[in-house]
């Protein structure tokens, strides 16, 4: 192992270790800790990075979230909006920020609203989880329920493999929740692959009540995030018909998207 890479796994684990310790006595008690990690690698397009912005700005100010929200114990949530592409490509756009009223989410939908469009290169899932997984470190908030709603185009090409990271992250108690990308069937190339919500459920998404909602159309984008936020807001992934169930097969490759970087770009 490289110097680079025991300096890597070295850095990650003091960052699992820091978010694993018990929350201080003066942390601000919320019914749910999420960070919705949102894909803004090469791959998504101008149109489609606006489109997905739009959907969680309009999540966040519907009625139905905030209702959600009210149902809590504490009738309150922490929310962070992080940005992810390449192993070191990941930034917070808008930070921790308490919703427990519609003028507490109106002022975070505002925020990303006027916050600038960008792309990234890569694509790092791994680097995305360690990342927002970090983020619930000193944080000042001690929620029932941590939760990583990650949202992606094209299985991990770059930085370390999914399945060590998203193991590591399921160890601290953390829940991850996936929103694959599926806007172009069939496809086959660099980043793509067409059974996306297989590899989500087989090697991304975990613990106890994760799901994934899939996005195979434009039209059903917007819908699909709104609907995705009451359900972890609510706790209420038991399965519905309307989501995807985990997939059981033990025997997927998820180096897929390594093996594929490799076949295309490093022959």
């Given at each position: 192992?490289?110097?680079?890479?025991?300096?890597t796994?070295?850095?990650?684990?003091?960052?699992?270790m820091?978010?694993?310790?018990?929350?201080?006595?003066?942390?601000?008690?919320?019914?749910?800790?999420?960070?919705?990690?949102?894909?803004?690698?090469?791959?998504?397009?101008t149109?489609?990075?606006?489109?997905?912005?739009?959907?969680?700005?309009?999540?966040?100010?519907?009625k139905?979230?905030?209702?959600?929200?009210?149902?809590g114990?504490?009738g309150?949530?922490?929310?962070?909006?992080?940005?992810?592409?390449?192993p070191a490509?990941?930034?917070?756009?808008?930070?921790?920020t308490?919703?427990?009223g519609?003028?507490?989410?109106?002022?975070?939908?505002?925020?990303?609203?006027?916050a600038?469009?960008?792309?990234m290169r890569g694509?790092?899932?791994?680097?995305?989880?360690?990342?927002?997984a970090?983020?619930?470190?000193?944080?000042?908030?001690?929620?029932?329920?941590?939760?990583?709603?990650?949202?992606?185009?094209?299985?991990?090409?770059m930085?370390?493999?999914?399945l060590?990271?998203?193991?590591?992250?399921?160890?601290?108690?953390?829940?991850?929740?996936g929103?694959?990308?599926?806007?172009?069937p069939?496809?086959r190339?660099?980043?793509?692959?067409?059974?996306?919500?297989?590899?989500?459920a087989?090697?991304?998404?975990?613990?106890?009540?994760?799901?994934?909602?899939p996005?195979?159309?434009?039209?059903?984008?917007?819908?699909?995030?709104?609907?995705?936020?009451?359900l972890?807001?609510?706790?209420?992934?038991?399965?519905?018909?309307?989501?995807?169930?985990?997939?059981?097969?033990t025997?997927?490759?998820?180096?897929?998207?390594?093996?594929?970087?490799?076949?295309w770009?490093?022959?």
């Amino acid at each position: 192992m490289t110097a680079a890479k025991v300096s890597t796994l070295v850095g990650f684990l003091l960052s699992w270790m820091a978010a694993a310790l018990p929350a201080a006595a003066q942390d601000q008690a919320v019914d749910l800790e999420l960070v919705l990690a949102v894909d803004v690698s090469g791959s998504m397009d101008t149109d489609e990075q606006a489109l997905q912005r739009s959907g969680y700005i309009e999540a966040l100010r519907s009625k139905d979230v905030m209702d959600a929200i009210r149902t809590g114990l504490h009738g309150r949530i922490a929310v962070t909006y992080l940005e992810w592409a390449g192993p070191a490509s990941q930034r917070v756009v808008v930070p921790w920020t308490v919703l427990d009223g519609p003028l507490a989410a109106e002022s975070f939908a505002a925020t990303l609203a006027a916050a600038p469009l960008g792309t990234m290169r890569g694509t790092s899932i791994s680097g995305g989880l360690a990342t927002a997984a970090a983020l619930f470190s000193g944080n000042g908030f001690n929620g029932y329920r941590r939760v990583i709603d990650i949202s992606g185009d094209g299985p991990n090409n770059m930085g370390d493999p999914v399945l060590d990271t998203r193991d590591a992250v399921l160890s601290l108690g953390i829940i991850i929740n996936g929103l694959p990308i599926m806007l172009k069937p069939g496809a086959r190339g660099y980043g793509t692959i067409d059974d996306l919500d297989d590899y989500y459920a087989n090697c991304v998404i975990g613990g106890a009540g994760a799901f994934l909602v899939p996005v195979n159309d434009r039209a059903q984008w917007v819908e699909a995030i709104r609907r995705k936020m009451i359900l972890e807001i609510a706790d209420t992934s038991d399965g519905t018909a309307y989501l995807a169930e985990p997939i059981a097969d033990t025997g997927y490759d998820c180096l897929v998207g390594e093996k594929q970087r490799r076949m295309w770009v490093d022959p």
